[in-house]
T-cell receptor, first 115, second 111 residues
């Protein structure tokens, strides 16, 4: 158990809908990272928040957005869902903003199925 | 940008030794990570190398050659529970610490 929690574990929804995934980092960690993992693409970095501010952006679609709240939990919002958005979504956390060698600890993931 | 190559799948026998290779190309090197991921579960941290050479941690060792853009993960005394995907990852580029992951090597340990 990494100490990172994610809810819900599973989510089934329809195309065109909007969902929110939630992540709580390990106690004391200030950074939260979101990743998408699909069978053909592997683990893809989406976005990082550090202490409430967006720190880095990866391959995140415009239909997706995220935020980090004062209590450091984070939410990933996915809208206008498409079949191709079906994937495992992982949240990870680290102590600071991500210095050399700083380990990221992953949560158990949310499995999203878009029908 | 970054490019990471790993074999897609490997099979090895319980009790044996297996080496999983990773080659990378990155603009500015800030170390290399190995993660283990069991099917449907979260990736878990195995090792971090920033200097050349071999780092040993129990049954698992990781090697890095920066000049060759090459790393490997060595697993000794294989156990059935080592059946998992092994992901190689490097920071996204010079001055960036966001990780770019390889697609992973799926290791199957057979009796």
């Amino acid at each position: 158990d990494s100490g990172v929690t994610q809810t819900p574990k599973h989510l089934i929804t329809a195309t065109g809908q909007r969902v929110t995934l939630r992540c709580s980092p390990r106690s004391g960690d200030l950074s939260v990272y979101w990743y998408q993992q699909s069978l053909d693409q592997g683990l893809q970095f989406l976005i990082q928040y550090y202490n409430g501010e967006e720190r880095a952006k990866g391959n995140i679609l415009e239909r997706f957005s995220a935020q980090q709240f004062p209590d450091l939990h984070s939410e990933l919002n996915l809208s206008s869902l498409e079949l191709g958005d079906s994937a495992l979504y992982f949240c990870a956390s680290s102590v600071t903003s991500g210095g050399p060698g700083e380990t990221q600890y992953f949560g158990p993931g949310t499995r999203l199925l878009v029908l | 940008g970054q490019n990471i190559d790993q074999p897609t799948e490997m099979t090895a026998t319980e009790g044996a030794i297996v080496q999983i290779n990773c080659t990378y190309q990155t603009s500015g090197f800030n170390g290399l990570f190995w993660y283990q991921q069991h099917a449907g579960e979260a990736p878990t941290f195995l090792s971090y190398n920033v200097l050349d050479g071999l780092e040993e941690k129990g049954r698992f060792s990781s090697f890095l050659s920066r000049s060759k853009g090459y790393s490997y993960l060595l697993l000794k005394e294989l156990q059935m529970k080592d059946s998992a995907s092994y992901l190689c990852a490097v920071p996204a580029g010079a001055g960036s610490y966001q990780l770019t992951f390889g697609k992973g090597t799926k290791l199957s340990v057979i009796p």
